[in-house]
Structures are given as structure tokens and as C-alpha cells.
Nanobody, 124 residues
Framework: QVNVAESGGGSVQPGGSLKLSCRAS????????MGWFRQAPGKEREVVAA????????IYIDSVKDRFTISRDKNALMIYLQMNSLKVEDSGVYYC?????????????????WGQGTQVTVSL
């Protein structure tokens, strides 16, 4: 069983910044993709960004490119999401997720492991 836990949500004004953290533990994941999803009230959950530990590649949805940066810890299955120039429409519950297969997370939107979610609120 792989456990995924995220932290770092909060409330900011538009234009502000927040940094989310996520750690995966347990299991025997030799290759892993970890990423971030978000869900706003009344909307479907959407993938935001992902990091593939095997290929060391990052990928983002267009609406967060140049504003969000995903990075990893060198010594742990841990990723971060630095969110700058936040907009009201970035608000929602942010979920960290993990899977052995990149496309399960990014393309199929169905990663095997999920965190509990952390609230991000951007408002005046």
C-alpha cells in the first residue's frame, strides 16, 4: 500500500503564491509518476501538473504554465508545487497522486494512489 500525503494549502489574494508539498511512502514503486490534481466546487477534477521520476520530466496544463513549477526532492519520493501569480480560478482542493505508469496519471486521469487533498483559496 502506497500512502500519499500533501500539505501546504491556504488562502491568498490574487497574484500571491503558495507552495504545496507531497510525499509518497510505502510500497515498492521502482518507477513512479507523481502529480497534482485540483477540483473546484461544481467542477470535475482536473490534472494540473506531473513529474515522472524515471524520465525526470515535468508536464503542465496550459492554464498553469509559466506560473506553476513542479519539483522534486533529491532523496525522497517527494514533490512540490510552487504556485505563483495565483488567480481566483486556481482555487479548489488540490490532490497529490501517484502511479507506476505515467499515462495512468496524466492521460487516463486514474492514478492508483491519492492523497486526502488540501484546500487552496484565492480571493480578494
Amino acid at each position: 500500500q502506497v500512502n500519499v500525503a500533501e500539505s501546504g494549502g491556504g488562502s491568498v489574494q490574487p497574484g500571491g503564491s503558495l507552495k504545496l508539498s507531497c510525499r509518497a511512502s510505502g510500497g515498492t514503486l521502482d518507477t513512479i509518476t507523481m502529480g497534482w490534481f485540483r477540483q473546484a466546487p461544481g467542477k470535475e477534477r482536473e490534472v494540473v501538473a506531473a513529474y515522472d521520476f524515471f524520465d525526470r520530466k515535468t508536464i503542465y496544463i496550459d492554464s498553469v504554465k509559466d506560473r506553476f513549477t513542479i519539483s522534486r526532492d533529491k532523496n525522497a519520493l517527494m514533490i512540490y508545487l510552487q504556485m505563483n501569480s495565483l488567480k481566483v480560478e486556481d482555487s479548489g482542493v488540490y490532490y497529490c497522486a501517484a502511479d507506476n505508469v505515467f499515462w495512468n496519471l496524466w492521460e487516463n486521469r486514474a492514478p492508483a494512489y491519492w492523497g486526502q487533498g488540501t484546500q487552496v483559496t484565492v480571493s480578494l
